[in-house]
């Protein structure tokens, strides 16, 4: 099967890196990650779980005897089994054709699983950085761009961070070792800046994203 970016001249990229520009970084977001985070695929799980064992329940108060009623529940497990793998589906197209690219100057995020399309971030627009870590080790960065810089939301989502309407905050979502790879975009930031490389404060939770704690600003 061919791979629908072979047009681009560096994988990720819409064009070669400039002479003296390093690549630092490539990744792209794990899906099942996408899946929970994005996607909500647990917590509809969870629905559909309730409304079946609701659905069985009632049709046993009205008369049906237990086997009947569920028959009678899962009648509808097949539409549930349908809304799941949909969503597992969109967030397997999200991933794969996602790609993010962090260099000693830019963050390059090639998104879109439709129409593809690479936003370009070099540092200067980027006002701060902050990571948002999972206990799995799982995590987002979010990027807070200056005043007067500005990506639509709809644009970017699901690479948006969540609720960041009037202030886009562009954000790589989903990275399987997102603590690596804030310390690389902390010490590029540093660096481009021409300050020490500052430390990485980081939250970790359970589930859905904290509030971020900065990387660099």
Not at 81 to 103: E, N, V
Not at 111 to 126: A, D
Not at 207 to 212: K, L, S, V
């Amino acid at each position: 099967m061919s791979d629908d970016h072979d047009f681009e001249p560096f994988p990720g990229l819409p064009e070669r890196l400039p002479a003296g520009e390093r690549l630092l970084w490539q990744g792209a977001p794990d899906w099942r990650a996408i899946a929970v985070e994005v996607f909500h695929v647990r917590k509809l799980a969870l629905y559909f779980a309730l409304l079946l064992a609701w659905r069985g329940s009632s049709a046993w108060n009205d008369g049906l005897d237990p086997l009947q009623a569920a028959l009678h529940a899962v009648t509808m497990l097949p539409l549930a089994l349908l809304a799941l793998g949909l969503l597992a589906a969109l967030a397997w197209l999200t991933a794969r054709t996602s790609l993010y690219t962090l260099t000693d100057r830019r963050v390059v995020m090639r998104i879109g699983i439709v129409l593809s399309v690479s936003y370009n971030l070099p540092f200067e627009r980027i006002a701060s950085a902050s990571l948002q870590r999972r206990r799995d080790g799982s995590g987002d960065i979010a990027l807070q761009l200056l005043p007067g810089e500005r990506i639509a939301y709809l644009h970017l989502w699901p690479h948006a961070r969540p609720w960041h309407l009037a202030r886009t905050q562009p954000m790589l979502r989903a990275l399987p070792q997102a603590e690596r790879t804030a310390s690389l975009f902390a010490a590029a930031l540093a660096e481009s800046a021409g300050m020490a490389r500052p430390a990485i404060v980081e939250s970790t939770v359970p589930g859905a994203p904290p509030q971020g704690r900065p990387l660099a600003a």
